[in-house]
């Protein structure tokens, strides 16, 4: 199953400008990266996708599920751009309290908790209180708060930001073996040439509109002939980004 917006549309206020207009989208299988310009409209976008935030008009779904239903919330994770030190709790606790949050049982949350925090490689910081750790840690908190309850989609808002290099790949070996199977993975990044050639899929949104969606292999087609490989994926970005048209 996968997060279908359908025709939704979205503005921060009445008087404010519509962000998003009539977009719709559905979620690609396995790994899709977000790209798009400043201001495009992806952290809006994964707002929507997630439920934290409900569009003016247009509905989104996943399988029979509106994102104002507990079913939809409990089967997509979102993590945002900006991740909050909870006061006073651990690494370990502040995971946990997103299980829980999401329905889980104490219990479950606790454990599940413990392997999220592995699979981010913090073991050894889970006791240590999240307004502790350094913003590239605290970023895996968030990772592993958005993996603590096996959503069926995983929305990550800038994931890699402030990550060192090492981190960065252990992330994407990580990005690559959870989205497996039924697993989605829908992520914005800025990181083009680190990260777009390792994704299934491409989407790039441009205004608020999404101006190409589809196969990597597709997306880096676009990329002036010749590109040498690790240009190739900023390449085909500016190429799609500065076309001001629909490409898929
Ligand atoms: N809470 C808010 N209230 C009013 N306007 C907002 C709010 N959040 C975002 N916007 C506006 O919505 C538009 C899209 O912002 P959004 O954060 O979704 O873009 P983005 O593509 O994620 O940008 P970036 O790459 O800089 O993170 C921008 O014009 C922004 O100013």
């Known amino acids: 199953m996968s997060v279908e917006l359908d025709s939704v549309s979205f503005s921060y206020g009445r008087r404010k400008p519509r ?33 934290l935030n409900q569009p003016a008009t247009g509905a989104v779904r996943l399988g029979p599920h509106t994102s104002r239903d507990r079913g939809f919330l409990t089967r997509v994770a979102w993590m945002p751009q900006n991740i909050t030190a909870m006061t006073g709790l651990t690494a370990r606790e502040q995971v946990a309290y997103t299980g829980w949050l ?23 910081r889970a ?39 090492t981190q960065r790949r252990v992330f994407r070996d990580l990005i690559r073996t959870l989205a497996t199977g039924e697993v989605r993975v829908l992520m914005s990044t800025h990181d083009v040439a680190d990260l777009a050639e390792e994704a299934d899929h491409v989407t790039v949104l441009t205004g608020g509109a999404v101006t190409f969606t589809g196969p990597t292999r597709e997306f880096l087609a676009y990329a002036p002939a010749g590109t040498a490989g690790p240009r190739r994926a900023e390449a085909a970005y500016t190429a799609v980004a500065s076309a001001g048209a629909v490409l898929h």
């Open 127 to 165: 006791q240590v209180r999240t307004a502790q750790l350094s913003g590239g840690q605290l970023r895996r908190v968030g990772v592993a708060s958005a993996l603590v309850h096996d959503a069926d989609v995983l929305l990550l808002d800038e994931p890699t930001a402030g990550m060192d290099p």
């Open 102 to 124: 999401k329905g889980m049982s104490r219990a479950d949350a606790w454990d599940a908790a413990e392997a999220a925090l592995d699979r981010v490689q913090l073991r050894d």
């Open 19 to 51: 962000i998003l207009d009539a977009l719709s989208y559905t979620v690609p299988e396995g790994f899709t990266v977000l790209l798009g310009p400043n201001g495009a409209g992806k952290s809006t976008l994964l707002k929507l996708a997630c439920g």
